[in-house]
């Protein structure tokens, strides 16, 4: 089945930096990746996804890059702000399939 | 339009005995989904549901767990008997539309903890 390895499980960074969570999956047949964003004691939710056709997606300042050949994916937080703290998840699904396989997550601390 | 909504938010009981956890999916969502993740780790697919039947069930851990979803609308997950290592937050997702094309929406979880 699918694994999906997910780096660094912690980062902390000062407001107005870059963050970058990595991810790596093993199952080639892959082709919808999705991380989401679970405040502290809230509910994950969806902040942005890519599908295996596309190579590069962005929203204002979150952005996801994949790479098919090396089988990895990552997100990319700029400007990042005091309300960017969360822990971010991966995942992935085969086409046809429900199943959302996920990273064991990352906590990103922003300092003002 | 109500989110996906869990019930109870934290349950604490002791190895032995029985808990159900319930699961209200977003109104008109076919799809229903039921995960855990146990402290640390990540978050682990245990079943999925379309409509009331059970499309893939790979995810339970073994026949301490039942989920059900009746009429196809709540979902329940029993756990009986809990054990140390079932402790964990379960969340539920749900979504519409085709199998594997839409976006899943997380409930907020119920942190189960056994003693």
């Known amino acids: 089945g699918e694994n999906v390895e997910q780096h660094p499980s912690t980062l902390s960074v000062q407001e107005g930096d870059s963050a970058v969570i990595k991810c790596t999956y093993s199952d080639s047949a892959s082709n919808y990746f999705p991380w989401y964003k679970q405040e502290l004691g809230k509910r994950p939710q969806l902040i942005i996804d890519i599908r295996s056709n596309v190579g590069e997606k962005k929203d204002q300042r979150i952005a996801v890059t994949l790479n098919k050949t090396a089988k990895h994916f990552s997100l990319h937080i700029t400007e990042t702000q005091p309300e960017d703290s969360a822990v971010y998840f991966c995942a992935a699904r085969a086409s046809g399939y429900s199943t959302l396989t996920f990273g064991k997550g990352t906590m990103l601390l922003v300092s003002p | 339009e109500a989110g996906v909504t869990q019930f109870p938010s934290h349950s604490v009981i002791e190895k032995g005995q029985t808990v159900t956890l319930r699961c209200d999916p977003i109104s008109g969502h076919d799809n229903l989904y039921w995960y855990r993740r146990v402290m640390g780790k990540e978050i682990k697919f245990l079943l999925h549901?379309?409509?009331?039947?059970?499309?893939?069930e790979s995810g339970m851990p073994n026949n301490r767990f039942l989920a059900e979803r009746t009429g196809g609308t709540y979902s329940t997950l029993k756990v009986q008997p809990a054990e140390l290592e079932d402790s964990g937050v379960y969340f539920c997702a749900s979504s519409s539309g085709f199998v594997g094309t839409y976006e899943q929406y997380f409930g907020p979880g119920t942190r189960l903890t056994v003693t």
């Open positions: 549901f379309v409509k009331e039947s059970k499309q893939d």
